[in-house]
Structures are given as structure tokens and as C-alpha cells.
């Protein structure tokens, strides 16, 4: 019985490839072009126009029908609303990882429920394989491009119904694929940054939404060195944009932000990538999610990766008490920071995680 395969094609090479495999398998394919953002249609950062040509023009090709749906009130209610939120608080929020579990495995899975789908896919580089009854989530075999850090909040039933044809391919292997089957997005260049606000100044667009806050930039030792435009416009480990290359101190090295005093709007500053106060050898997490519905074990090592791309880092779940768990480094960890993600993997598989409290 042939397997009707709903694909979210973005217009890029990635989606196209996973599309078009699919047809190669055999499988019925429709294609669903998401429109996610509206606020700024028009705006020159926004790129949903030239995105759903590429991606019709793909379908075109594939040979298969392909359809747009509008899926920015979803959005903006169940990511954006958050991601604001965070902002506000003066944490730095992972809102991709949000509208993989909210709007391309909820929203979009029930569209494409009733469109009659057995499955969905998407262009994500990570696999899924079933044991003894569950479905488990795997790191991609192109370790570069793996994607499961932003899948990590997936649950049994969506991964059931989730296919990522790329989990086992390399990035110049999907290019070349692409280019051989003659789609013309073969060579185009994958987007970067939040999904809503493109390569746009961050600063600039946050302002539209945030009310501008400034305050005090002081060192570790509570000096004040300079002025900070409102905490939420910076993050931990952040090097560029602070303003103050002149202020220099008897080490003459750069500075980077390495935390936030909200209480009193201040924003501490230090000298040097290796200060101590930019370094943590534990961290705490709220509002867990584990993929297979059970919790790790608390006595034995794992790796866990507290931002996008970084390596593994051995630690143990020290403490887990219903929606918090510690996680204990063997090796103190580079700017911890609060509202992102810490992702949990036993070789490679992703056992889940959470928010860095």
C-alpha cells in the first residue's frame, strides 16, 4: 500500500531532496509550504515570497502537487508570545526548538492529518528508528548539520509519524542529489537565524516589541564601565556590540557579558575568554521533557550539549525532582545560559532535556 508522505518544503535544497526521495521510495508526496510570520510581509528581510516560488518550482520538478498554509496565528501565540516573554525576563529563549514541537510536528501534523497523510517529513538532519516498542530519536550521520538538539521536545506519537530522509545522507551528498535531479535551489544558501527574524538587526527588531530599558554595564566587581540599551539585547558569552573595546583594564583583553543583575538592571561584564564567572560546572533545568516518557538515570554518565553545534559534554543528572533536574560537568561549561536548551544524549541517541534555569 503506497504511504501518503506530507513534506514541509521551505523552497530550500534541504526539503526538496527529502521531497523528492520520498518519490523515489514510492511513497505519494504532497508538498506544504508553511507561512509562519506576517507582521512585515513586505519587509526586505523577509524572504516568504522568493521561499514559495522555490519551493513550487522544486515541486514542479519532483513532479508532485504542493500547497501553502498559513500558520503565523499559531505562531505568534504559541512562540512568539513565549519568546517575547523570555526576552523580557532577561533570558535568551531557543524559539526554533519551540516551533518544531508547537507548529512543524503539532500544527502542521494535524493539517496534514486531515489532508490524509500516513506520515510527515521534513528537512531535518536526524533520524528515528523504533526499539522494543518506542520510537527513538538519532543524531544525523553528518555530525555538522545534526538537527536533534531543536527535536529534543518531540514526543512518542509525533515521532511515530516523522520521517527525515537526510539523517543518513551529507550535506554535499543532499547539494549533489539535488543538482543531478536538476532543482534549481541546489546551490542556494541555507537560511540562518530565528525563522521570523531572518538575517534582520536583532537589536533593531526586538525594539519594536520591548520597551527599551538601559542601565548600568558593570565589571565582576560591580564597577561601572559603560551603559547597556536594555538587558534583553544581550546574551552570555557575548563578545560583540558591547561598546566599551576602549575601557580597558590592566589585561587588555576583550570583554564579554557574563551575566545579568535584573533586580538592579545591570549587566556585568568581564575581561578575558577564560574568566572564571563566564565558567560553570553545574547547571539547573525546568520544564523536562524526556522522549521516551521515562527520566535518565541518575547514576551513570551522559552527554549533554547546552547550545547548537557544541560538542557533547560529559555530566551526570545529579538531582531530578519532577520538573528539575542538576546537571553535573565533569568539566565547567562556557557561558551557561538561561532560557536555552540542555539536551541530553546517551551515544547517539537524544534522551530529551530542558530549559536552563
Not at 131 to 158: E, I
Not at 259 to 288: C, E, F, M, W, Y
Request: aromatic share 8%; hydrophobic share 35%.
Amino acid at each position: 500500500m503506497t504511504k501518503h508522505v506530507v513534506v514541509g518544503m521551505s523552497g530550500g535544497v534541504d526539503s526538496s531532496v527529502s521531497a523528492l526521495l520520498l518519490k523515489q521510495r514510492g511513497c505519494e508526496v504532497t508538498g506544504l509550504f508553511m507561512k509562519n510570520w506576517e507582521d512585515d510581509d513586505d519587509d526586505e528581510y523577509c524572504s516568504s515570497r522568493e521561499d514559495l516560488i522555490d519551493a513550487v518550482s522544486a515541486a514542479d520538478v519532483i513532479g508532485i502537487p504542493i500547497e501553502a498554509v498559513n500558520f503565523a496565528k499559531e505562531y505568534k501565540e504559541r512562540v512568539f508570545g513565549y519568546f517575547l516573554r523570555e526576552y523580557e525576563a532577561g533570558r535568551t529563549p531557543n524559539p526554533d526548538i519551540l516551533c518544531n514541537s508547537e507548529i512543524k510536528f503539532k500544527a502542521f501534523l494535524d493539517h496534514a492529518t486531515r489532508l490524509g497523510a500516513d506520515a510527515i517529513a521534513m528537512g531535518h538532519y536526524a533520524r528515528v528508528r523504533e526499539r522494543d516498542g518506542l520510537f527513538q530519536l538519532l543524531k544525523a550521520d553528518d555530525a555538522s548539520k545534526d538537527q536533534s538538539y531543536f527535536l529534543h521536545r518531540l514526543n512518542q506519537a509525533q515521532l511515530s509519524g516523522a520521517m527525515f530522509p537526510l539523517g543518513e545522507l551529507l550535506k554535499t551528498e543532499v547539494r549533489e542529489i539535488a543538482r543531478k535531479h536538476g532543482l534549481a535551489n541546489h546551490a542556494k544558501r541555507d537560511s540562518t537565524g530565528i525563522c521570523f527574524i531572518g538575517e534582520r538587526p536583532f537589536r533593531e527588531f526586538l525594539n519594536r516589541y520591548l520597551p527599551t530599558q538601559p542601565g548600568d554595564m558593570v565589571t565582576h566587581e560591580g564597577k561601572r564601565i559603560g551603559q547597556h540599551q536594555g538587558l534583553a539585547f544581550y546574551t552570555l558569552g557575548q563578545r560583540q556590540g558591547l561598546g566599551i573595546g576602549g575601557a580597558k583594564e590592566s589585561s587588555g583583553e576583550p570583554w564579554y557579558v557574563a551575566g545579568k543583575d535584573t533586580g538592579n538592571n545591570r549587566l556585568i561584564v568581564v575581561q578575558g575568554h577564560g574568566h572564571p564567572a563566564l565558567l560553570r560546572p553545574s547547571l539547573d533545568a525546568v520544564d523536562l521533557h524526556w522522549i521516551s516518557g521515562r527520566a535518565p538515570d541518575t547514576a551513570r554518565d551522559y552527554g549533554a550539549t547546552i547550545r547548537y553545534r557544541q560538542h557533547d559534554a560529559a555530566c551526570r543528572i545529579a538531582a531530578l525532582s519532577g520538573d528539575t533536574a542538576a546537571f553535573d560537568f565533569r568539566e565547567p561549561q562556557w557561558a551557561v545560559t538561561p532560557g536555552q536548551s540542555a539536551v541530553v544524549y546517551d551515544g547517539e541517541i537524544c534522551l530529551g532535556g530542558g530549559i536552563i534555569a
